[in-house]
């Protein structure tokens, strides 16, 4: 049985693949989420408590993520701080959870050698008019406008930087 740590799992998107893991696979989930105000216990709460596990902590806890990737065969990393408005209003976490916790989680792969999926975001490649008939694609270069989406660019060098520099097996999806 494969083991599946998913951070950032009781946020809506998060815990959306934890249902769709636990309907699809007989993998054993863990997920590590600071539940914060974009998540909640009950978003997992139906699931089978002899397949999902929740452990509340922060991804930027560098002890606590060794220890969670240490046990586990992969990471889907979702945990970040998400939302525009509160960037402009309060950088600090965005950088802590988005580039700090990236960064934890990346050193705990590269130490267990554990395969690591991190979510990104399409707000990386900057802004387009509502009617804009100009797409994004994922050779469009990185134009972040605020600090939630350049501390997701960021994170998503740093996935880059440890493939290539450390050999860490990652993949990044937008």
Known sequence: MQRILVTG???FIGSNFVHHLVGATDAAVTV????????SKEALAALPEERVSLVVGDVADGVLVDDL????????HFAAESHNDNSLTEP???IQTNLVGTFQILEACRRHDVRL???STDEVYG??????????TESTAYNP???????????DHLVRAWVRSFGVRATISN
């Open 69 to 76: 990737v240490g046990a586990h065969d992969a990471v889907v």
């Open 145 to 155: 406008s605020s600090p939630y989406s350049a501390a997701k660019a960021g994170s």
């Open 92 to 94: 600090g976490p965005f």
């Open 9 to 11: 799992g009781a946020g």
């Open 117 to 119: 999926h991190h979510i």
């Open 127 to 136: 802004d387009l008019e509502l009617d804009d008939p100009a797409k994004f």
């Open 32 to 39: 590590l989420d600071k539940l914060t105000y974009a998540a």
